[in-house]
């Protein structure tokens, strides 16, 4: 079974352009997260999809971020416009919904660095 | 809201010696508790999880991590590590009802000396 995808795996831009990410959950699962992970921290959630649907978006600074899963698969993390704190490890997880507890895979992430 | 404490940035560890990693966490309801390690320039991958029953439980590599409810702790044990387990550890909880998302510490930085 395939596992996360994500791209790209690095990315190096200047402060005030624009990025964005991309990932693949694993096949069937409905539930996709998406993490920060800044240097020297753990990862802390932006946003958390079910299917297509928002469920959790507190910690995502929507003046500059935003995320979408279309057709509920895969998903588009994107920043507008970076700032120097923005450079982190963004990690993309999936898990299976139903039960009271499915793991989350989580994805290599793509780092990206603000110049 | 729950939080995660890993109390040592880093640790340092000669080959075959034993190793002790401490997390505590705070909530105010029941949770669920993991560890996770991350190898360079790779994604998360989980080392064990403690959702029920036995307060003891075993993992991945040789991993085992203890959950003590009174003191809200869930340290994570080797009794002999390899060079191959330098690595950042997180601990981490997540809400057994509800919001179904992870909580991490700040990790802690394995490195295993020859």
């Known amino acids: 079974e395939a596992g996360v995808a994500q791209s790209p795996r690095y990315k190096i831009i200047e402060k005030r352009q624009s990025v964005a990410f991309w990932c693949n959950p694993i096949?069937?699962?409905?539930?996709l997260y998406w993490y920060q992970q800044i240097l020297g921290q753990g990862p802390k959630l932006l946003i958390q999809f079910q299917n297509n649907g928002v469920v959790d978006d507190s910690q995502l600074p929507k003046d500059r971020f935003s995320a979408e899963r279309l057709k509920g698969v895969d998903s588009t993390l994107k920043i507008q416009p970076a700032k120097l704190e923005d450079s982190a490890v963004y990690l993309c997880?999936?898990?299976?919904?139903?039960?009271?507890?499915?793991?989350?895979?989580f994805g290599p992430g793509t780092r990206l660095t603000v110049l | 809201a729950q939080s995660v404490t890993q109390l040592d940035s880093q640790v340092p560890v000669f080959e075959e010696a034993p190793v002790e990693l401490r997390c505590n966490y705070s909530s105010s309801v029941s949770v669920y508790l993991f560890w996770y390690v991350q190898y360079p320039n790779q994604g998360l991958q989980l080392l064990l999880k403690?959702?029920?029953?036995?307060?003891l439980v075993k993992g991945i590599n040789g991993f085992e991590a203890e959950f003590n409810k009174s003191q809200t702790s869930f340290h994570l044990r080797k009794p002999s590590v390899h060079i191959s387990d330098t690595a950042e550890y997180f601990c981490a909880v997540r809400l057994i009802q509800g919001a179904q998302k992870l909580v991490f510490g700040q990790g802690t930085r394995l490195t295993i000396n020859p």
């Open positions: 997880a999936s898990r299976k919904s139903g039960a009271t507890y499915n793991e989350q895979f």
């Open positions: 403690y959702l029920s029953g036995s307060t």
């Open positions: 096949s069937g699962h409905a539930t």
